[in-house]
């Protein structure tokens, strides 16, 4: 599985990685071992569709992360 950050989410992290895939790993599992607050978390993607914290991840998929952007 692939795990993929975007914008402030990179920073002192990585921009993309191979992820350990074990039977049950959830989006939310990755945002916490990532140590990222699930309000932080704006859209989350699993192979482009947007998908919620409790999706369950499955061998070669592909999770994007991005964060709340804010403006005005």
């Known amino acids: 599985m692939?795990?993929?950050?975007?914008?402030?989410f990179r920073d002192g992290r990585f921009k993309?990685?191979?992820w350990g895939y074990f039977d049950g790993i959830t989006v939310?599992?990755?945002?916490?071992?990532l140590?990222?607050?699930?309000?932080?978390?704006?859209v989350l993607l699993v192979n482009s569709r947007h998908a919620e914290t409790n999706y369950r991840l499955g061998k070669g998929d592909t999770l994007s992360l991005?964060?709340?952007i804010g403006g005005g």
Do not use: M, R, T, Y
């Open 2 to 8: 692939k795990v993929k950050l975007f914008a402030a």
């Open 16 to 18: 993309e990685k191979e």
């Open 28 to 33: 939310g599992s990755i945002l916490e071992a």
């Open 35 to 42: 140590n990222i607050n699930k309000k932080e978390a704006g």
């Open 66 to 68: 991005f964060p709340v």
